[in-house]
């Protein structure tokens, strides 16, 4: 099994690389796993994460990247116009699945975006 350090704090991963605990996620596990992929987060990278977190906890799903780009697009992007292909810029290893990973979402929840 995996695991990441956070803060003096080690939590667990599965295979995928995702939290084993959701509740184990916060700005720092997300800032943690970014670099750990090797990139900073910005304020476009919160934005789908955010977005992903507040619709997970609202459907208990993530939303498709169509649902994201079309609610938060315009927050994802610098030039304020974004693509699923800006998704996979922004977020190099899997677009959606692989923002669901920094948002902390569970692997189940993440297969279906």
């Known amino acids: 099994m995996q695991s990441i350090e956070v803060k003096g704090k080690t939590l667990q991963l599965n295979s995928k690389g995702l939290l084993q605990n959701m509740g184990d ?39 498709s990247s169509r649902v994201m780009i079309k609610e938060v697009g315009d927050k994802m992007s610098a030039s304020g116009k974004c693509s699923g292909k800006m998704l996979k810029q922004l977020f190099p290893k899997g677009g959606c699945k692989h923002a669901c990973r920094i948002a902390g979402l569970p692997m189940e929840y993440c297969n279906a975006c």
């Open 25 to 63: 996620w916060n700005e720092d596990v997300a800032k943690a796993m970014a670099m750990e992929d090797g990139f900073e987060l910005n304020d476009c990278h919160w934005a789908a994460i955010n977005f992903l977190r507040d619709y997970y906890h609202e459907f208990e799903v993530p939303p």
